[in-house]
C-alpha cells in the first residue's frame, strides 16, 4: 500500500493539511487539519479542528468526502487543486502543495505570530486611544477646576470687603454710643444701644464663620486642581509611551499645551494661597476691631460686656 501523501494550502486566515494513504484500488482516507483565525482583534486566536475522510483517486484526479460535502480535484507532480464547497454553498478552487507534517506545524505557528501581532497592534493602538482620550479628559476638568479656584478667590475677596464695610457702620454705632453716654442720654436708651453694638459684632462673627466656609470651599478647590496638575503631568507621560511622537490632536492637547496649563495653574494655586492668607490676615483683623468696638461701647456705657470673637482663622498652605 502506498504511503501517506500530505497537500497544504494556507491564507492570511487559515491554515489546512489534508494527509491521506490510498490503497491499490485508489480508496483513501485520512485525516484534514484546519486551523482559522477566530475573534476579533485584540483578543483574536487561532482555533484548530480535525475530521477524517474518504475518497477515491485514480492518480490524476482526486474526490473527498469531507464531512457533509464532497470536494473534486486535480492532483500535478508536486499539487493538488481542490473545489471545495464553501459555506455559502459556492465552490472555489484551493491550490494545495505538497508538504510533510512539519511544513504545517511552521505554517501553523507563523499564523499564530500573525495572530498575536495582529493583537498586540490592537492593544497598543486602543490603548494610545485611551491614554489619549483620557489627557483630553483630564485638561478639561482642569479647566473646571481653574475656574471653581478663580471664583473662590473672588469670593472671599468680596467677603473681607462686605465685612469691612460692617465694621466701618459698627465704628459709627460705637462713636454714637459714646457721645449718649457723655450727653446725658438715659442709662438704658444707652445700654441698649451699646447692645446694638455688640449685635452689630455678632453678625460680623457670623460673617467671619461664612468666610470659614468659603474658606474651606477654596480650600477644596486648591485640592482638585493640586491633584489634576498631577494627573494631567502622568496623562501626558502615559500618551508619550504609547505614542512617542506624540504632538496633539483636535480633541486633545499638545504638550506645550498642557506644559502651559500647569504652570497657569501651578501659578493660580501659588497666587490662591497668597491672597486667601491676606484675606484671612484682614478677617481676623476685622475681627478683633469689631469685638473691640463693642468692649469700647459697653464699657463707655457701663453696661454688661459684649460676648467674646469668634477664634482666629488660620492661615492655608
Known sequence: MPGLVGYLTTDSTSVTYLEWQADPHGILRGTEIHAHRTGASPDESVTTSTASFFGQTDGTSVTLDIGTHTDHGVLTGTGLTLDVVQPDGSIRAIPYHRAAPGDYNRALAALKSAVQRSDSEAKDAADRAGAISQLASDAGALTRQMSDLTAGRSTLGNDVTAVGQDVSSEHDHEGEVIAEAHDGTDGNAVCGDANGVGGDANGIYGDANGFRGDLNTLK?????????????????????????????????????????????????????????????????????????YAVGAAKAANCNPPADASQAIEHIT
Open 220 to 292: 477644596t478647590a486648591l485640592t482638585s486642581v493640586r491633584s489634576s496638575i498631577a494627573t494631567l503631568v502622568n496623562d501626558l507621560e502615559a500618551v508619550r509611551q504609547h505614542a512617542p511622537g506624540y504632538s496633539g490632536t483636535a480633541d486633545a492637547p499638545s504638550p506645550d499645551t498642557v506644559a502651559g496649563s500647569v504652570a497657569d495653574a501651578r501659578n493660580a494655586v501659588e497666587g490662591a494661597v497668597g491672597d486667601a492668607n491676606a484675606a484671612i490676615d484682614r478677617m481676623n483683623g476685622y475681627v478683633a476691631t469689631a469685638h473691640r
